[in-house]
């Protein structure tokens, strides 16, 4: 089984930044993605980034342009490194993991965080 902390959530002021961590622990051998989603109060949970086990990286398209997906594959943590934010962005942020190769292209995320509040706002 394994184990995903998130990290690093905080207020922040609109235009400032925040560094998300995912510490994976357990069983992560066989990992084959992880991602980022968040959840805003009264809306679906979204993804927002992924990277691969190859590294590959995808992203929602209003965080695109504004945040980094990354891995220290040594400690095995994955971050989020959010600039530019926006009162939008004001949501729980879950990390998740995937264990099996993707189907149509999609990964199936089977381990999820607690997750991280992120409040954007003056």
């Known amino acids: 089984q394994v184990l995903l902390v998130e990290s690093g959530g905080a207020l922040v002021q609109p235009g400032g930044s925040l560094r998300l961590s995912c510490a994976a622990s357990g069983s992560i051998f066989g990992l084959t993605a992880m991602a980022w989603y968040r959840q805003a109060p009264g809306k679906q949970r979204i993804q927002v980034a992924e990277?691969?086990?190859?590294?590959?990286?995808n992203y929602e398209e209003s965080a695109a342009a504004r945040f980094t997906i990354s891995r220290d594959i040594a400690k095995n943590t994955m971050y989020l490194q959010m600039d530019s934010l926006k009162p939008d962005d004001t949501a729980v942020y879950y990390c998740a993991a995937s264990f099996r190769g993707p189907v149509a292209g999609l990964f199936e995320y089977t381990a999820w965080g607690q997750g991280t509040q992120v409040t954007v706002s003056s």
């Open positions: 990277i691969t086990s190859g590294g590959s990286r």
